[in-house]
T-cell receptor, first 109, second 114 residues
Framework: AQRVTQPEKLLSVFKGAPVELKCNYSYSGSPELFWYVQYSRQRLQLLLRHISRESIKGFTADLNKGETSFHLKKPFAQEEDSAMYYCALSPGANSKLTFGKGITLSVRP | DTGVSQDPRHKITKRGQNVTFRCDPISEHNRLYWYRQTLGQGPEFLTYFQNEAQLEKSRLLSDRFSAERPKGSFSTLEIQRTEQGDSAMYLC????????????FGPGTRLTVT
């Protein structure tokens, strides 16, 4: 069975502070990992995908297979980063997504 | 095309009643997914379609739940004999087959069973 764990429910930081949103997963094969984001009064949307190794809105995430983690990081948080963030897993070719419980990021001015 | 749409946005029903939700995906997307989200949880997968074929159903989807996508365009999710535990946000998403991970979500239908 596959599982995604986001151990924290809320992270509150000041503008300009570094951010790390934790995600751990459990899956026997080689999964694909994603971060989805939901801004206030908006729909859930894809933020980034581990295979692409891109930086989106200043966020990056590295897949660590040894620690089965996929933490989301940003060196300098902005107020517009305040949102709900979900880590998600897909078992390769299968398109089903398994989501974590999500974490609320609050960036204070 | 303004994205994935869902109707209704809110539904309040009494226990034991049947309800049906509709999802209209982005027109170029031939994959369509249904998820359920309860308070404090992430979305949980229910089922998905490629065109009109239902390719996978979660064990969460009891016999009271049925989904259809008859012409490979819009989809309906029906819940029969609703229970209070069915109260949740029901999300629909769609994607291109070549990019199944990039799912475009609708606004959701919030169901309250009283």
């Amino acid at each position: 069975a596959q599982r995604v764990t986001q151990p924290e429910k809320l992270l509150s930081v000041f503008k300009g502070a570094p951010v790390e949103l934790k995600c751990n997963y459990s899956y026997s094969g080689s999964p694909e990992l994603f971060w989805y984001v939901q801004y206030s009064r908006q729909r859930l949307q894809l933020l980034l995908r581990h295979i692409s190794r891109e930086s989106i809105k200043g966020f990056t995430a590295d897949l660590n297979k040894g620690e089965t983690s996929f933490h989301l990081k940003k060196p300098f948080a902005q107020e517009e980063d305040s949102a709900m963030y979900y880590c998600a897993l897909s078992p390769g070719a299968n398109s089903k997504l398994t989501f974590g419980k999500g974490i609320t990021l609050s960036v204070r001015p | 095309d303004t994205g994935v749409s869902q109707d209704p946005r809110h539904k309040i029903t009494k226990r034991g009643q049947n309800v049906t939700f509709r999802c209209d995906p982005i027109s170029e997307h031939n994959r369509l997914y249904w998820y359920r989200q309860t308070l404090g949880q992430g979305p949980e997968f229910l089922t998905y379609f490629q065109n009109e074929a239902q390719l996978e159903k979660s064990r969460l989807l009891s016999d009271r739940f049925s989904a259809e996508r008859p012409k490979g365009s819009f989809s309906t999710l029906e819940i029969q004999r609703t229970e209070q535990g069915d109260s949740a946000m029901y999300l629909c998403a769609s994607s291109f087959p070549a990019r199944p991970y990039e799912q475009y979500f609708g606004p959701g239908t919030r169901l309250t069973v009283t």
